[in-house]
């Protein structure tokens, strides 16, 4: 199975400085993976996937600058860049309604590798800022989250799928009244091994 479509860090309970402003932007992201599903009853699913997660997060923090006269004297952007790789095992429960098959489930996922840039722009009186460097956001390795989505059958072997992601835990490792959570968004396509003889799979990345 793979798939791909938008994601990143959800900020939530943040309030910025005054003269400050600070906007997160949804990035790129990709999942693949295997799974394995079986039926509890006739319409019933109970699935278990091993899957790949690359995703990106980009957070842009301005502020204006004033001297004693309240005039503007600068504008700084610092945006960061965050790439982050992780293995997820999502646990899913599907019912299927003929072609299509809605799902729920959580998942705990690992972060197994983490890099980043910051990168400064603007001017600030009369020198211009404009700088990168090799860092990244400071968080939890690990998440819990939750899982909704909607399979659509296209053939017997292939099924496509949305899928919505969002992580429970706060990923921050400080603390403070703001929380940091995982997202991602992705429409996927999964393929059946196995067909012959066993009921259709309906669990997807």
């Given at each position: 199975?793979?798939?791909?479509g ?9 309030t ?51 001297n ?16 982050m ?10 019912y ?49 989250g ?37 997202y ?19 669990t997807?990345?």
């Amino acid at each position: 199975m793979a798939s791909g479509g938008i994601g990143g860090i959800a900020t939530t309970n943040y309030t910025p400085p005054e003269y400050a402003t600070v906007k997160d932007y949804a990035q790129v992201s990709c999942s693949g993976g295997l799974f394995y599903s079986f039926y509890l009853g006739e319409k019933s699913i109970l699935g278990v996937e091993i899957v790949y997660n690359y995703m990106q997060n980009k957070r842009a923090y301005t502020i204006e600058y004033f001297n004693t006269a309240d005039k503007l004297i600068g504008v700084v952007t610092n945006t960061g860049y965050d790439y982050m790789s992780y293995v997820t095992l999502p646990i899913l429960y599907s019912y299927k309604l003929k072609r299509w098959t809605p799902y729920i489930g959580f998942y705990g996922s690992y972060q197994f590798w983490h890099d980043g840039r910051l990168v400064q722009s603007g001017y600030y009186e009369n020198e211009i800022k404009d700088h990168t460097w090799h860092a990244w956001s400071s968080m939890k390795d690990y998440d819990i989250g939750a899982i909704a989505g909607v399979m659509f059958e296209i053939s017997d072997r292939f099924m496509g799928s949305l899928r919505l992601k969002y992580g429970l835990l706060d990923l921050k490792e400080y603390e403070s009244s703001s929380q940091k959570h995982l997202y991602q968004i992705t429409l996927g396509i999964k393929y059946n091994v196995l067909v012959k003889g066993v009921p259709k799979s309906t669990t997807d990345e």
